[in-house]
T-cell receptor, first 114, second 115 residues
């Protein structure tokens, strides 16, 4: 158990809808990263939040957006859902102290887009 | 630019025999390297990490990995496989870039353990 929690565990949406996924970071961590893991593939980096600002982004379109709150929890929002957005969404928390940030992952949210 | 190549998509071993999962990396700077394990329908669990200290890194559950800069490799090994080791394993390279820790995952190696 890493102390990183995600909700909901499973979600079914239809194409064109919007979805919000939530993540609570491990105690003492100040950074949250989000990943998309399609079936049979490795996780792909979406973006990272530090001090409530996005400070790094992968190759994902603007309809993927996020927030980080003062308690370091985070949300991932996806607008205009597409079938290819079906995946496991993983949240990882870490402490950005200038050295190596070891990321600890939550159990994920399984999103199915019909 | 950083990248990770996991050389085998599937590895099958008999219970009690050694495990070798191969990983090569490319990085512009001195990277940090990690191995994570993912059991079916679960999140990712950290097995071990290399951060420029000892080149032989010991992790949980009897796993270890050796950082070889000359070969740009970070292979994961275990002397004796257990049934509970059956899972998918990801090699990860990480380096600080523009104020954030840029992380790249390999495509994963699925380990099958035969009784």
């Amino acid at each position: 158990e890493t102390g990183v929690t995600q909700s909901p565990t499973h979600l079914i949406k239809t194409r064109g809808q919007q979805v919000t996924l939530r993540c609570s970071s491990q105690s003492g961590h100040n950074t949250v990263s989000w990943y998309q893991q399609a079936l049979g593939q490795g996780p792909q980096f979406i973006f990272q939040y530090y001090r409530e600002e996005e400070n790094g982004r992968g190759n994902f379109p603007p309809r993927f957006s996020g927030l980080q709150f003062p308690n370091y929890s985070s949300e991932l929002n996806v607008n205009a859902l597409e079938l290819d957005d079906s995946a496991l969404y993983l949240c990882a928390s870490s402490f950005n102290g200038g050295g190596t940030d070891t990321q600890y992952f939550g159990p994920g949210t399984r999103l199915t887009v019909l | 630019a950083q990248s990770v190549t996991q050389l085998d998509s599937h590895v099958s071993v008999s219970e009690g025999t050694p495990v070798l999962l191969r990983c090569n990396y490319s990085s512009s700077y001195s990277p940090s390297l990690f191995w994570y394990v993912q059991h079916p329908n679960k999140g990712l669990q950290l097995l071990l990490k290399y951060t420029s200290a000892a080149t032989l890194v010991k992790g949980i559950n009897g796993f270890e990995a050796e950082f070889k800069k000359s070969e740009t490799s970070f292979h994961l090994t275990k002397p004796s496989a257990h049934m509970s080791d059956a899972a998918e394993y990801f090699c990860v390279v990480s380096e600080r870039s523009g104020g954030y820790q840029k992380v790249t995952f390999g495509t994963g190696t699925k380990l099958q353990v035969i009784p």
